[in-house]
């Protein structure tokens, strides 16, 4: 099976450790979320994966092979990565920025049907398509978030990392995307995300990846992850962790947990 993998990964900065010897294997075909508290150092592992950040021991690999040994470009076709920012700092309109998303793809010859097809499938799986022709720098901090995803999508990575990509999103863009990302996945990609609500993650996962204090301290399909202890343990909460009538599961903060 295709995977994605992290062994040993440590990384500090600024004279602290955010990644104490990470260790995760993520596979296409699945969603994988990344959970944890604040400082937990999801973001940082995200960082890592996609070559943002080089560890300072241990390796990420893709299909056994070391990320940094693989030609950038095929990377870039390969990986697509939705940081947790949604700025963008030229002001030009929606169906360009999505367009950016096929350059790994391009030849001499420039766009092709293939990648204007891509464009607007990417659109339309995000609900973008109708504000194509507007500049990005006029929409709202949920929309521009959209058409970033949009310009990831239209790419056809292998793999799709998202940091937070539900942030200033509305209730029904957020259970939209979500559902996004899962035929994401189920039309063969790998899909890694950080969030920080744990019903959505229980909706969405096949596999959960719990961190606290730049360390993993679960990993395993949501009715493993996602309960009472682990998450006490996590996040330093009381919850009531329960089921719904098509089994997945919900969970409900009920107390801070004395330190």
Not at 1 to 30: E, H, I, K, N, P
Not at 126 to 142: I, K, P
Request: charged share 20%; with cysteine; net charge neutral.
């Amino acid at each position: 099976m295709s995977a994605l993998a992290a062994d040993g990964v440590t990384l500090a900065l600024g004279g602290a450790r955010v990644l104490d010897a990470v260790s995760a294997s993520f596979a296409r075909g699945q969603v994988t979320v990344v959970l944890g508290p604040n400082g937990a150092g999801k973001s940082s592992l995200m960082a890592c994966l996609v070559g943002l950040r080089m560890p300072d021991a241990g390796s990420v690999t893709l299909d056994g092979v070391p990320r940094a040994a693989i030609d950038r470009r095929e990377l870039a076709r390969r990986i697509g990565f939705l940081p947790q920012t949604a700025d963008v700092h030229w002001d030009v309109d929606v169906a360009t920025l999505v367009g950016l998303g096929r350059f790994p793809h391009r030849g001499r010859w420039g766009e092709t049907e293939t990648d204007r097809a891509a464009v607007a499938q990417a659109m339309a799986a995000t609900d973008v398509t109708h504000f194509a022709a507007r500049a990005v720098n006029t929409l709202s901090g949920g929309e521009r978030a959209r058409v970033l995803l949009a310009r990831v999508l239209a790419g056809a990575p292998e793999w799709l990392l998202a940091d937070e990509p539900l942030a200033n999103l509305d209730p029904a863009h957020q259970l939209a995307t979500l559902d996004c990302l899962r035929r994401v996945a189920s039309a063969g990609a790998g899909v890694v995300v950080v969030l920080h609500d744990l019903n959505h993650a229980a909706r969405v996962a096949d596999q959960v990846i719990l961190m606290r204090q730049g360390a993993v301290i679960a990993q395993g399909p949501p009715e493993t992850v996602l309960t009472e202890a682990l998450i006490a343990q996590a996040y330093g909460v009381a919850a009531h962790v329960g089921e719904l009538p098509d089994g997945r599961r919900f969970v409900i903060p009920t107390g801070v947990l004395p330190r």
